[in-house]
C-alpha cells in the first residue's frame, strides 16, 4: 500500500506540487477543522459512556480516548482503541468479559449509527446506489453458506467444554449490557449521540480540510465521502489506517469533480488535524492516567 501510494504520489509530483500548499492554505479553515476534529474525542467519550455497565466520568474517558489514538498507530484497525478502553474499565474495577462486551457494543453502536447515517444521506442526496448482488438461485447461497458456517462453528464449539463456556459467559453478558440499555434509555441515547457526533466531527473536518485549498465541498458531499472513504480504507487492517484511508478518501473526493491538486492537500491536512496532531496529547494524556493508576 505504501509502495503503491509512493509510486502514485511520484507519477503525478507535477498535479500535486506540496510546494505550494502552504501559499494556498487558508489558516482560519484549517483551524475550524482542527477544532472540530476534537470533537471525535468527545464522541468516543459519550459512546463508550453508554455502553459501560457503571457510571463514567466524562473527562477521565475523554482522555482515555486520547490515549487510544496512540494505540491506534500500532495496532489493525480499533484494536488499539478497544484494548485502550478494556484496560480503563478493568482498572475501575469492571470484569473482563464485561468490558469486553462493553467496547464491542460500543462499536455495534458505532457501526449502526454510521450505517443510518449513510443510508439518510445516499437517499437525501436521491444518490444511486447499486449494490451489485448477484440474482436467482446465487442470492439464496450466500445466506445458506452462513447458516450452514454458524451451524458447523456450534458444532465445533459444543465439542470443546471450556470453549462453549467462554462463549455462553459472553453471550449472556451481551444479553445483560443489552437489557441494561433498554432499562436505561438515557444511556442508550448517550451512547447512540456520542457515536453520531463522531462522524458529524469528522465531517465538520473534512468539509473544513477542503475549503481551507478553495475546495468548493458541501456537508452533505463531505459526509458521505467520509462515511464511503473511510469505510472502505477501514477494510484494510492497517495500524491507524495509514495509507489506506488515505487513497480511499483521495479517490473518493477526485470521483466527484476535485482534481488531486486539491483532493490530496485536503485530505493530508484532514489526516494530520484527526490523527497526527493527537498524537502528543495522546502520549501526555496516557502519561497522566498511567500515573494516577487509571490505565
Known sequence: MVALITWFAWANWAAINPAGWLGRLHWGWALLALAASAGTLAGNAFNLMGSAPLRLRFGRTMAVQSTGTVARLVSPASVGGSAVNIAYLRRLGVRTSAAVTAVGISHVVQFVSTTLLLLVTLWLGNAPVHMGLPSGRYTAIVPLALLVAGTVALLILRR???????????????????????????????????????????????????????????????????????????????????????????????????????????VALFRLVTLWLHLPVGLAAGAVLRRRGWL
Do not use: M
Open 160 to 266: 470443546a467444554p471450556s470453549v462453549w463456556a467462554r462463549v455462553e459467559a459472553l453471550v449472556a453478558e451481551v444479553r445483560q449490557s443489552l437489557a441494561t440499555l433498554l432499562l436505561h434509555p438515557r444511556r442508550a441515547v448517550l451512547g447512540f449521540g456520542g457515536s453520531v457526533l463522531i462522524s458529524v466531527a469528522l465531517t465538520v473536518s473534512l468539509w473544513a480540510a477542503a475549503h481551507a485549498f478553495g475546495a468548493p465541498l458541501g456537508l452533505g458531499s463531505a459526509l458521505l465521502i467520509l462515511l464511503l472513504g473511510s469505510t472502505a480504507g477501514g477494510l484494510i487492517p492497517v495500524p491507524g489506517g495509514i495509507g489506506a484511508i488515505d487513497a480511499c478518501l483521495v479517490a473518493a473526493l477526485t470521483a466527484s469533480g476535485f482534481g488531486l491538486a486539491v483532493a490530496v492537500p485536503t
